[in-house]
């Protein structure tokens, strides 16, 4: 039974403000390490956690105030002047807020939060007596526990499933350990202090009791999703002044429909039929549009627990690395921002692992001790841009393409007609990785398949862009929402079908002289390039009745191909209407077009995937069996 019967709405309003002026705090602590003169700073910070311990004091969540209280000691010393920001004291403060995190899990849960972890504490209470090095030093492990935790090993690449798993909640994670001195750790040593960051950046539950319920309540219990949604006021004003417009026009739209069945069908009447659709169309599209924006939230919501994962990562590797923030205010689908924590967490921690170097030896190659990685956000037309670029030793190409070759993931042949940008995007692969210690350029292909996976999910795309010596920079676009989809308009037979248009470059005839079979397969010459052919039909497996008209040049990330088709119909914008009891194979959803009829949305990639050998159909299966008789 929840120990907060009756307070439900007040619980739940309190964890949405706590959560985001925890981020906020957290945030603002990394700048504070940065700037630990700043008085205005630390009144914001003190002023956020005080907030938070009001809340926690309202509900009653004793062990809450009780932490919350200790740490707000702390800032007023530092506020003061009585106490001076150090490494040391921040790691003490920030497993503070971590534990914080944690009670919040506990309160979302309907749970009273259980006593914070002695050590930590106890490590509070040593900084505000001054005595926190003694502290340290004293709960240090000893030499031989560290030899045995089951840490990187110099020359073995780190296992980055997980961090996968830490991040998704799949298995779980030892609570954060006292951080060691910089000094003290190798680089090689990355994966206990990323399983740690990742447990007090996204509240992972490393301190619940066995046994504990699951999230009930506004979380889904299976994903921990928020399906709730902040949206501005202003917003909603629109909505009900265009659902005010469009009830207005219905009221002329019903008396002109008695007009014209009382007979009178006069110019006039018929001008004012016209004026009051067209009217009624663009009032339903504008508020399609402003319905839209309600799903609008801006991305540093997301974006604002990544600078103390930098910071704590940075800091167990001994790296000095700053986390730049770029286009925060950029509006992304609310949908899309939980799905992306992901693959951003994945990519965050492959520049600070793999991408820079340590201070010294950047020093010795000319640059500044101080690494930069830029997180930017931005938006392109209907796409939004994301981009994780690092100012590192960048990534060899020719180094991935001889791993890939050695590890049987490509042929020769196929190494040898691999561009750079291919190159790079081997990565990507299942099962891609390298034996070399993970400060080597080819370190970085470790579990970026799960990072491209979960791009593709949600209908985007990622590239890769790097430069030996000055950087590397991974490219993420992605549709301005998932709730409708730019499509094609295809047709097959009599049956009409979608593909999104983001996969289609152009729009070819097909004769039959300029198909030619080559190593058994069909293919097109386009512009210089041998592009296979594939058959609409084969993909869906349906009989080929007669030769493809028509041919759309399809390209993906992975590859670029034809799809033969019988015609096409033009492009919508499709609203997307998910399958969620029954969902054949090669199908994202369904729409209806403006007539009525009911067209089903192809996922291209999931066809390919399941027909195994996307490489194209031989010549004489684009024929239909009446013209191969003739």
């Known amino acids: 039974m929840s120990d907060f019967q009756g307070m439900e709405d007040l619980l739940q309003d309190f964890l949405v403000e706590a959560t985001d002026l925890l981020s906020g705090v957290d945030n603002k602590l990394v700048d504070l390490e940065k700037t630990p003169n700043d008085r205005g700073l630390l009144n914001e910070i003190f002023r956020g956690f005080h907030t938070i311990k009001g809340g926690a004091g309202f509900l009653n969540a004793a062990e809450l105030v009780a932490l919350c209280h200790l740490t707000e000691n702390l800032f007023d010393k530092l506020r003061n002047g009585d106490m001076e920001v150090t490494p040391g004291l921040m790691d003490v403060i920030l497993d503070a807020t971590g534990i914080v995190r944690d009670m919040f899990g506990a309160l979302e849960r309907g749970m009273l939060p259980a006593p914070a972890d002695t050590g930590v504490m106890t490590r509070l209470r040593a900084a505000l007596a001054g005595e926190l090095e003694q502290e340290v030093a004293e709960a240090a492990p000893a030499p031989a526990e560290k030899a045995a935790a089951p840490a990187g090993v110099a020359g073995v690449e780190p296992d980055w499933n997980l961090l996968h798993q830490a991040v998704t909640g799949v298995v779980p994670v030892a609570p954060q350990a006292v951080p060691e001195p910089a000094a003290a750790r190798s680089a090689n ?124 990562l940075a800091r167990n590797l001994g790296k000095d690395v700053e986390l730049a923030l770029v286009g925060e205010e950029t509006e992304i689908d609310k949908t899309m921002i939980e799905d992306l924590s992901d693959p951003i967490i994945h990519l965050i921690r492959n520049a600070v692992d793999h991408g820079v170097e340590k201070p010294e030896e950047r020093i010795a190659q000319g640059k500044p001790g101080k690494s930069v990685v830029r997180l930017e956000a931005r938006q392109e037309g209907d796409h939004i841009v994301i981009m994780v670029a690092d100012d590192g030793h960048g990534m060899n190409a020719e180094r991935l393409r001889a791993k890939a070759l050695e590890k049987g993931l490509i042929t020769d042949e196929e190494a040898n007609t691999l561009d750079e940008r291919a190159s790079l995007n081997l990565v990507f692969l299942p099962g891609f990785s390298t034996a070399a210690a993970v400060s080597d350029v080819s370190g970085r292909g470790v579990g970026m398949d799960v990072v491209k996976t979960n791009i593709q999910k949600l209908n985007g795309s990622i590239e890769i862009r790097s430069i030996q010596g000055k950087g590397t920079t991974f490219v993420i676009s992605l549709p301005l929402t998932l709730a409708i989809l730019p499509v094609l308009l295809v047709r097959l037979a009599e049956q009409h079908f979608a593909v999104p248009l983001s996969m289609v470059r152009e729009i070819l005839p097909i004769q039959q002289e300029d198909v030619q079979e080559v190593g058994g397969r069909a293919t097109m010459v386009v512009r210089g390039d041998v592009m296979p052919v594939m058959p609409l039909a084969r993909l869906l497996g349906w009989p080929q009745k007669n030769y493809p008209q028509y041919g759309v040049l399809m390209q993906s990330a992975e ?26 194979k090669g199908v994202a959803g369904v729409t209806t077009l403006s007539n009525g009829q009911i067209v089903l949305i192809l996922d291209m990639k999931e066809l390919l995937g399941s027909l195994g050998d996307s490489r194209g159909v031989s010549r004489s299966s684009l024929i239909s069996p009446e013209a191969r008789a003739a």
Request: glycine share 6%; hydrophobic share 40%; proline share 4%.
């Open 559 to 584: 590859s670029s191909f034809i799809l033969a088709i019988d015609n096409f119909a033009g492009r919508e914008d499709a609203v997307i209407k998910s399958l969620d009891d029954f969902r054949p």
């Open 189 to 312: 040593d990355g994966e206990a202090a990323v399983a740690a960051v990742v447990n007090a950046a996204f509240g992972r539950r490393s301190n619940d009791r066995p046994g504990a319920p699951a999230p009930t309540g506004r979380r889904d219990a299976e994903k921990g999703r928020d399906n709730s949604i902040r949206v501005d006021t202003s917003r909603l004003d629109q909505v009900l002044n265009l659902s005010g417009e469009i009830g207005l026009t219905k009221n002329r739209l019903t008396s002109l429909r008695a007009d014209i069945l009382a007979g009178k069908n006069d110019n006039e009447t018929l001008h004012a039929l016209d004026a009051a659709v067209s009217q009624l169309d663009l009032l339903v599209s504008d508020l399609q549009n402003a319905v839209m924006k309600t799903r609008m939230q801006p991305i540093g919501r997301l974006f604002q627990k990544y600078p103390r994962i930098a910071r704590d």
